[in-house]
């Protein structure tokens, strides 16, 4: 399940940073001004989103379902909650992102900058570094920005979608090295909320193998 959830979820940076062959720099997409403009008004959107709680629902071209409940406060912060019977738990706390497996009490820690994550609830987003847009796509009320890795074309995509006028993140798509796309859909979503910082504390977890806590180095 971590690995589905690293496929699918890793958010709005799918295969960056992934196991693709490294085969050459993305081409960056040529914009008209209104889809340039289209961008800057998706990165000023994402700037300034503070927290996000919704109900996400996760489908996959392979035929994987799943539900679950998130949590964002930017930045830095974000807890992903599976729902029965995909027993996986996924937390940043600023410093450090666990993926802990509740049935075997498995967890594995990452450093937050090396993980897609990063991209998302950095300080502060931007398309510019690390990341290409490769197509703007502005249709029947819908802003489809997509993106990849700037050195690793293969490593796949994220489409994030927006509902437009007013701007509105309503899901991601993720294509990734094998061509599998995941589409991960927020259901309800409440921006600007005051979020429960003990949402981000993981150190009450039972955790019987994986990699030492951070803090435990």
Same mark, same amino acid.
Do not use: C
């Given at each position: %399940?971590?690995?589905?959830?690293?496929? +699918?979820?890793?958010?709005?940076?799918?295969? !960056?940073?992934? +196991? +693709?062959?490294?085969?050459?720099?993305?081409?960056?997409?040529? !914009?008209?001004?209104?889809?340039?403009?289209?961008?800057?008004?998706?990165?000023?959107?994402?700037?300034?989103?503070?927290?996000?709680?919704?109900?996400?629902?996760?489908?996959?071209?392979?035929?994987?379902?799943?539900?679950?409940? %998130?949590?964002?406060?930017?930045?830095?912060? /974000?807890?992903?909650?599976? $729902?029965?019977?995909?027993?996986?738990?996924?937390?940043?706390?600023?410093?450090?992102?666990?993926?802990?497996?509740?049935?075997?009490?498995?967890? =594995?820690? /990452?450093?937050?900058?090396?993980?897609?994550?990063?991209?998302?609830?950095?300080?502060?987003?931007?398309?510019?570094?690390?990341?290409?847009?490769?197509?703007?796509?502005?249709?029947?009320?819908?802003?489809?920005?997509?993106?990849?890795?700037?050195? %690793?074309?293969?490593?796949?995509?994220?489409? !994030?979608?927006? =509902?437009?006028?007013? !701007?509105?993140?309503?899901?991601?798509?993720?294509?990734? +090295?094998?061509?599998?796309?995941?589409?991960?859909?927020?259901?309800?979503?409440?921006?600007?909320?005051?979020?429960?910082?003990?949402?981000?504390?993981?150190?009450?977890?039972?955790?019987?193998?994986?990699?030492?806590?951070?803090? $435990?180095?």
């Amino acid at each position: %399940m971590i690995r589905t959830f690293l496929a +699918a979820v890793l958010i709005l940076a799918a295969g !960056l940073g992934g +196991a +693709a062959p490294l085969s050459g720099a993305a081409e960056r997409a040529v !914009l008209s001004p209104d889809q340039s403009a289209a961008v800057r008004r998706a990165v000023r959107y994402l700037n300034g989103m503070t927290t996000l709680k919704a109900r996400f629902i996760q489908v996959s071209s392979n035929g994987t379902y799943a539900e679950g409940r %998130m949590i964002i406060q930017r930045p830095g912060r /974000l807890r992903f909650d599976y $729902d029965p019977p995909h027993p996986v738990l996924i937390i940043a706390n600023g410093l450090s992102l666990l993926f802990y497996d509740r049935d075997l009490k498995q967890a =594995s820690f /990452l450093p937050l900058w090396e993980t897609p994550l990063w991209f998302l609830i950095r300080k502060e987003v931007t398309l510019s570094e690390d990341v290409v847009v490769t197509g703007v796509e502005q249709a029947f009320g819908t802003l489809r920005i997509t993106l990849e890795d700037r050195e %690793m074309a293969d490593a796949g995509s994220v489409t !994030l979608v927006f =509902s437009d006028r007013p !701007l509105d993140l309503k899901k991601w798509e993720i294509v990734d +090295a094998q061509g599998i796309m995941t589409q991960v859909s927020l259901v309800n979503p409440h921006y600007g909320m005051e979020v429960d910082q003990e949402a981000f504390d993981y150190s009450d977890l039972e955790i019987e193998t994986g990699l030492r806590r951070p803090e $435990d180095k």
